[in-house]
């Protein structure tokens, strides 16, 4: 398996129950995503990591509310509740996740004028986060994502990896989604169409 990674996507307090952007059951997955990360040689985990005022924060918009979208200089941009701001307890890994053999942790959205939810890419599916790069340099071929949440940023990582040529599978059982109007089916329907193997 020295040729395959597991991507961890996200596994946040933030975004577990209790959290400031809980997803349903979102620690549901630290079971499963730790037993992933005991079978990988290679482990990778996202970590959300905003500054406070972050520009997909509603809170920096007056006048919107979480869930609705704005228009930004890189396109549409869902506005979300405060979370997962640098340095705080909800932007910590989950308590339970076996997180200490990973051997990079890509920190993404730190960035305030741009929002980011691929492991790849900032959200104006242009400027890297360097994780390709650094897969290739370690031979890695095929990647294995996991986390939260599916239809978001577990998806749209999953579909670079695909545009940069790498076999993705994405592990159903550790994600779960936010299935924001449909987001769940249109993102899963994306994913097959980009060759991405749901197992």
Known sequence: ????????????????PGGALAVAD?????????????RFEHVV??????????????????GKAPFQAVTMPYGEQTLWPDHCVQGTKGADFHP?????????????????AIDS????FENDHETPTGLGGYLRERGVSKVTLAGLATDFCVAYSALDARRLGFEASVVLE???????????????AMMKDAGVALV
């Open 96 to 112: 339970g996740l076996e997180w200490t053999s990973a051997e990079l942790v890509i920190r993404k959205g730190f960035r305030q």
């Open 26 to 38: 979102g620690d549901r997955v630290v079971p499963v995503v730790n037993g992933l990360i005991r």
């Open 174 to 188: 550790g994600s779960r989604a936010i299935d924001l109007g449909g987001s769940l089916a249109a993102m899963t």
């Open 45 to 62: 985990l996202t970590q959300d990591w905003h500054p406070a005022g972050h520009s997909s924060f509603a809170s920096s918009h007056p």
């Open 1 to 16: 398996m020295a040729d395959e990674a597991l991507i961890v996507i996200d596994v946040q307090n933030d975004f577990c």
């Open 117 to 120: 939810y691929s492991a790849f």
